[in-house]
């Protein structure tokens, strides 16, 4: 198994409970992927339990997690595997649009990986308002920035039922410090400009600060030692 994040560790518990000797192999130095980084935040305390439990299956059914482990030719050589299973997630999904690939543009994943310092007058935007650009954008405001959140429709991650998203809806929409924008896409960005599209309009809008894209995925990790 390549990958400790959720699907992977849920398929090696399959895996073993069918009898199999399963490995797992992590890059990372702790089990979890983008379930830790969600786990991270305010909206998600529930997600650190799910871990731990997985943890405790892992050693109950004798399943080997070798973390901080590159899943490259030579390890998998080593290892000898009937059948090696991908479980490495997907990439981020950056539309082109111009000054999308500036230094002040990160996907969501590395934003809670590595997130950066905002310095006093700068705002957090965040590009997209999934369930997962909800839940930064909520954690950002919470930790006491000004944010920005874009998006293109009319509801705050849709996709999420509406037990999920209540809390983190709530705080956004009372915050002062956060702004929402409904029915606006991001069609450029320029130093600290942003160019805004809202009903067939486009504007500029100074909102220095980084750019935090939440624009789903667009194609699953399939290289053996791309995140191992």
Same mark, same amino acid.
Do not use: C
């Given at each position: 198994?390549?990958?400790?994040?959720?699907?992977?560790?849920?398929?090696?518990?399959?895996?073993? /409970?069918?009898?199999?000797?399963?490995?797992?192999?992590?890059?990372?130095?702790?089990?979890?992927?983008?379930?830790?980084?969600?786990?991270?935040?305010?909206?998600?305390?529930?997600? =650190?339990?799910?871990?731990?439990?997985?943890?405790?299956?892992?050693?109950?059914?004798?399943?080997?997690?070798?973390?901080? $482990?590159?899943?490259?030719?030579?390890?998998?050589?080593?290892?000898?595997?009937?059948?090696?299973?991908?479980?490495?997630?997907?990439?981020?999904?950056?539309?082109?649009? #111009?000054?999308?690939?500036?230094?002040?543009?990160?996907?969501?994943?590395?934003? /809670?990986?590595?997130?950066? #310092? %905002?310095?006093?007058?700068?705002?957090?935007? +965040?590009? =997209?308002?999934?369930?997962?650009?909800?839940?930064?954008?909520?954690?950002?405001? $919470?930790?006491?920035?000004?944010?920005?959140?874009?998006?293109?429709?009319?509801?705050?991650?849709?996709?999420?039922?509406?037990?999920?998203?209540?809390?983190?809806?709530?705080?956004?929409?009372?915050? #002062?410090?956060?702004?929402?924008?409904?029915? $606006?896409?991001?069609?450029?960005?320029?130093?600290?400009?942003? /160019?805004?599209?809202?009903?067939?309009?486009?504007?500029?809008?100074?909102? #220095?600060?980084? %750019? +935090?894209?939440?624009?789903?995925?667009?194609?699953?990790?399939?290289?053996?030692?791309?995140?191992?």
């Amino acid at each position: 198994m390549v990958g400790a994040g959720i699907a992977g560790l849920a398929a090696a518990r399959a895996a073993a /409970l069918a009898g199999d000797d399963v490995t797992v192999l992590e890059a990372e130095a702790v089990i979890g992927g983008e379930w830790r980084l969600a786990a991270s935040l305010p909206a998600k305390p529930e997600f =650190g339990r799910l871990l731990d439990w997985y943890a405790a299956e892992m050693g109950r059914l004798a399943v080997r997690v070798r973390l901080s $482990t590159r899943a490259d030719d030579e390890t998998i050589a080593a290892l000898a595997p009937d059948v090696v299973v991908l479980a490495t997630g997907a990439a981020g999904l950056l539309p082109p649009i #111009p000054g999308a690939t500036g230094d002040r543009v990160v996907d969501l994943r590395e934003w /809670l990986r590595h997130p950066r #310092p %905002v310095a006093d007058g700068e705002v957090v935007t +965040v590009w =997209g308002a999934d369930r997962a650009g909800v839940a930064v954008a909520d954690a950002a405001a $919470t930790a006491g920035h000004r944010v920005l959140l874009l998006a293109s429709g009319g509801e705050l991650a849709p996709e999420a039922g509406p037990r999920e998203k209540v809390l983190m809806v709530r705080r956004l929409t009372e915050n #002062p410090a956060v702004e929402i924008r409904f029915g $606006t896409t991001l069609e450029a960005i320029d130093g600290e400009r942003l /160019l805004l599209g809202h009903d067939g309009r486009r504007r500029w809008l100074v909102s #220095p600060g980084p %750019v +935090v894209v939440s624009q789903g995925t667009y194609e699953p990790v399939r290289t053996l030692n791309a995140f191992g």
